[in-house]
C-alpha cells in the first residue's frame, strides 16, 4: 500500500455530509448550491446525449468548447488564449490539479504551498514527489506577507500552488497581494499552478483577475477553471487548463493517462453555457451575494464573529474573536462541528481540516450556497449557541 494514501482519513467534505445524512441536518458543510443550475445548460447537456454526443471526443477537448473559453476568457479576464495550443478540457480541476503537479514537479523538488489549504492538494504533491513547503495564514484576512514567502521560497522551488478566490476563507486576493506572490514566482523561477476554480463567484462588484496576467507570469502559469463552480453545478466534472503551448505539451502527456477525456455531453453543454450574456453571471453573483449576506447577519445577530467573505460559497465564523479571553488554541473546531451536527442538526466544517500542520483550530466554515429557508432553517437550529 502506499502510504501516503493508506494513512489519508476520509476528506472532510465526505464525513460532514455521511453526518448530516444520518443526523438528518441542515447541510451547510459541503460545498454544493440547493440550486439544481442553469435550466438550458442542463438541457443541453441532456440534448446532447440523446442526439449521440456519446463517444469520445477530442483529447484535448471538443472545439466548440475550447472555441468557447478562449472567448470568454477574453471577455472576463482580458486574456488572450489560443484554443488549439492553449486550451485543455478535463475531467473537473481536480484532475487538472493532479495532472499539473505530476507532470511538472520531479522527486524532490520544493513547492510552495498556503494553509488553510483544499484538502487534496498536499496528497497530490507528496505523490508527485514533491517536498511541501508550507506558508500559514491567519485570521482576519489570511495575508501573505514578505516574511512569510521568505520562509519558503528559495532556488529549489520547482512550483506555487495558489488558489485564488480561496477555498476556504472566502478570499479574493487584491492586487497588491498577488503582484507580491508573482514577484516571488519571477524572481525564483517557479512555476504558478493557479486554481481559480471560484473566479465568477466574486461579490461586492469586484473584478476578478487571473495570476497568469501579472507582468512575467503568463508562460510560467498553469490556470485551472471548473464548469461545477461556473455553472452551480458541482457534479459536473469539467474542468479547463490554460498554459503556453511548452508547458501545455507536458500537461497533455499526463491528460492522456489519467482521464483522456471527458463526457462529450456536458462539454457541449459547458461550451454554450460559456458564452451566455453577461447578465446570466452577474445575477448568479448577485445572487449568492445576498444569502451571503443574509447568512452572515443571521450569524452576526447570534452573537457569532464573522469573517469577511468577498467570493466562494463559504464564509467562517471565529469562535476565538467573540470576545471571550480564551486562547486561540484552546478551540476545537474539529469537536465544535461534530457536537453541532449532532445537537444543533446544522453540518459545517473545521477549518483546521485545510491545515497539515500547525492548525488554527477556531475557525469554522459554513456554505451559504443555499435557498433563504434552508439558511433560516440552519439560524433557526444555532439560536443561543453563540
Ligand atoms: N479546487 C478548489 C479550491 C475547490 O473548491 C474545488 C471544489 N470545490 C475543486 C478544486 C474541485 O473542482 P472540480 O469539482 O471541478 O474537480
Ligand atoms: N470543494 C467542495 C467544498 O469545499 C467539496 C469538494 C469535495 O467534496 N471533494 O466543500
Redesign the pocket.
Known amino acids: 500500500l502506499n502510504p501516503i494514501y493508506a494513512g489519508l482519513p476520509t476528506t472532510i467534505f465526505e464525513v460532514m455530509s455521511g453526518l448530516a445524512r444520518t443526523h438528518e441536518a441542515v447541510n451547510l458543510g459541503q460545498?454544493f448550491p440547493d440550486d439544481p443550475g442553469p435550466e438550458d445548460v442542463r438541457r443541453k447537456a441532456a440534448e446532447a446525449v440523446v442526439d449521440g454526443w456519446n463517444q469520445y471526443p477530442p483529447m484535448m477537448g471538443l472545439p466548440e468548447l475550447r472555441h468557447a473559453a478562449t472567448a470568454h476568457y477574453r471577455h472576463w479576464q482580458g486574456l488572450e488564449l489560443d484554443p488549439d495550443a492553449e486550451v485543455m478540457v478535463t475531467s473537473?480541476?481536480?484532475?487538472a490539479?493532479a495532472g499539473a503537479l505530476f507532470s511538472l514537479i520531479e522527486p524532490g523538488d520544493e513547492v510552495v504551498l498556503f494553509q488553510p489549504l483544499?484538502d487534496?492538494y498536499l496528497p497530490l504533491v507528496q505523490r508527485a514527489g514533491g517536498i511541501p513547503r508550507l506558508v500559514r495564514l491567519e485570521p482576519p484576512f489570511w495575508a501573505m506577507t514578505p516574511e512569510k514567502l521568505d520562509q519558503v521560497f528559495s532556488e529549489r522551488t520547482k512550483l506555487v500552488l495558489f488558489?485564488n478566490p480561496?477555498?476556504p476563507t472566502g478570499v479574493v486576493y487584491d492586487r497588491a497581494q498577488m503582484q507580491l506572490l508573482a514577484d516571488y514566482c519571477v524572481r525564483f523561477n517557479a512555476y504558478a499552478v493557479c486554481?481559480e476554480?471560484?473566479e465568477h463567484v466574486v461579490f461586492d462588484g469586484l473584478t476578478f483577475e487571473p495570476l497568469m496576467a501579472l507582468p512575467g507570469m503568463r508562460e510560467r502559469t498553469v490556470k485551472i477553471s471548473?464548469?461545477?463552480?461556473i455553472f452551480g453545478m458541482?457534479g459536473w466534472?469539467?474542468?479547463l487548463v490554460f498554459a503556453a503551448p511548452p508547458l501545455m505539451k507536458v500537461l497533455s502527456k499526463a491528460h492522456q493517462f489519467l482521464t483522456f477525456t471527458t463526457p462529450p455531453n456536458l462539454q457541449a453543454a459547458v461550451a454554450y453555457g460559456l458564452v451566455k450574456p453577461d447578465d446570466y453571471f452577474t445575477t448568479m453573483r448577485a445572487g449568492l451575494q445576498r444569502s451571503r449576506d443574509r447568512l452572515a447577519t443571521g450569524l452576526k445577530g447570534l452573537g457569532f464573529e464573522v469573517l469577511p467573505s468577498r467570493g466562494?460559497y463559504f464564509l467562517s465564523i471565529d469562535l476565538a474573536a467573540q470576545g471571550n479571553a480564551r486562547e486561540p488554541n484552546a478551540f476545537d473546531d474539529e469537536a465544535f462541528c461534530l457536537d453541532l451536527v449532532k445537537t444543533r442538526k446544522v453540518a459545517a466544517i473545521p477549518v483546521s481540516a485545510f491545515y497539515a500542520e500547525d492548525a488554527v483550530k477556531s475557525v469554522v466554515r459554513f456554505c451559504f450556497a443555499k435557498h433563504d429557508a434552508t439558511i433560516d432553517r440552519a439560524l433557526a437550529h444555532l439560536a443561543d449557541l453563540a
Do not use: F
Open positions: 460545498g473537473g480541476a481536480t484532475e490539479l483544499y487534496a488558489n480561496q477555498n486554481d476554480v471560484w471548473s464548469a461545477g463552480k458541482t466534472k469539467v474542468g466562494t
